[in-house]
T-cell receptor, first 114, second 114 residues
Framework: AQSVTQPDIHITVSEGASLELRCNYS??????LFWYVQSPGQGLQLLLK??????LVQGIKGFEAEFKRSQSSFNLRKPSVHWSDAAEYFC????????????FGKGTKLTVNP | KAGVTQTPRYLIKTRGQQVTLSCSPI?????VSWYQQTPGQGLQFLFE???????NKGNFPGRFSGRQFSNSRSEMNVSTLELGDSALYLC?????????????FGPGTRLTVL
């Protein structure tokens, strides 16, 4: 069965510091992978997605993610965090059966200290 | 282009009642999916509709149902509400049905069951 694990429930970083959020997936074939961000009281906004090709994916707001098949990982990175990046981040795995279904990780809450 | 809209944004019901939530997708989008978000279970897929047909359903009891209209608007219904149904219900739309397509999420409907 498809699954997504985000090992870190909560991460705190200082403004200007670099950020890496971890995501591991379980799926046999080439996965469809997504990172979404959710601010308090808001819906989910897509940061970036990976389907195939270049393993380093660029997204919005200065985020990037690297797909590593050997490690079944799709970690999200940002070189310099801004206070406005404080939110909850979700990694998701797309359904290979042809549907729109997404399997989400439990999320990582990011706190940014001034 | 207007985003995904969900109504109402907040809802309070009592156990045993039923509730209907509405989702209007982005103009031109034909696929609508619904998710339930709770602190304990995270984001869980409810169902997916494309061209008025349910294409996929998550692991939820029959009390949860949905439909899609010819204009792509979708409703979900929960009958005989239980306390555990308290959650944020998110709707997402995409232009075509498929795992590689980007899903755009609405702000959600916060349902509280007393």
């Amino acid at each position: 069965a498809q699954s997504v694990t985000q090992p870190d429930i909560h991460i705190t970083v200082s403004e200007g510091a670099s950020l890496e959020l971890r995501c591991n997936y379980s799926y046999g074939a080439t996965p469809y992978l997504f990172w979404y961000v959710q601010s308090p009281g808001q819906g989910l906004q897509l940061l970036l997605k990976y389907f195939s090709g270049d393993t380093l994916v660029q997204g919005i707001k200065g985020f990037e993610a690297e797909f590593k098949r050997s490690q079944s990982s799709f970690n999200l990175r940002k070189p310099s965090v801004h206070w406005s990046d404080a939110a909850e981040y979700f990694c998701a795995l797309g359904d290979q059966g042809g549907s729109e279904k997404l399997v989400f990780g439990k999320g990582t809450k990011l706190t940014v200290n001034p | 282009k207007a985003g995904v809209t969900q109504t109402p944004r907040y809802l309070i019901k009592t156990r045993g009642q039923q509730v209907t939530l509405s989702c209007s997708p982005i103009s031109g989008h034909r696929s609508v999916s619904w998710y339930q978000q709770t602190p304990g279970q995270g984001l869980q897929f409810l169902f997916e509709y494309f061209s008025e047909t349910q294409r996929n359903k998550g692991n939820f009891p029959g009390r949860f149902s949905g439909r899609q209209f010819s204009n792509s608007r979708s409703e979900m219904n929960v009958s005989t509400l239980e306390l555990g149904d308290s959650a944020l219900y998110l709707c997402a739309s995409s232009s075509v049905a498929g795992p590689s397509d980007t899903q755009y999420f609405g702000p959600g409907t916060r349902l509280t069951v007393l």
